[in-house]
């Protein structure tokens, strides 16, 4: 299954429903304005190998369903997906404009958050943080919203001393 070309072929309003399980390496998720990636089986996941924009630009409507995204602990992996369902993130991202997680799970890479916020309108909804003390870092200036609504936040594995709080508000 080729799917950067049946990425890079979707056209605004279209869903690209993936039917088969598989790793496919993602250097990017830049597609057109309301379009959906779904994938329709479990066993959908993207590897990203590099740091810089998942999808770099603020796009209306742009949606993400049910797959996995590998990141590790790359610095940079900057998010601009309206709406993200049913995803799973292992590794550290950075969510850019106004963005949804409705029942998403966050896996923190060691002792790094599993998201960072900056200039973003993020709402979070019943959603899953599983970090070693630390899930979201919010910073930035300007008036945003951060909304955590119906969420649970696991830690394990805390090293004494270290006291980081779930959400840290800088």
Known sequence: YDLPSALAALQQGETLEIVQAGEYTVQSINTPANTTIDAKV???VFNRTSTGYVSSTDVEGRTIKNITLNVGVAAEQF???ANVVNCTFNGLFYPHGT??????TFNAPGYEYCMWTKGSDVTFKSCTFNTNGKAVNVYGTGTH?????????????????????AIFIK
């Open 42 to 44: 479990d066993g959908v």
């Open 99 to 104: 963005v949804a997680f409705t029942g998403c």
């Open 145 to 165: 919203t951060y909304e955590f609504d119906d969420c649970v936040f696991n830690a394990t594995d805390i090293p004494s001393g270290i006291g980081k709080a």
């Open 79 to 81: 998010l601009h997906i």
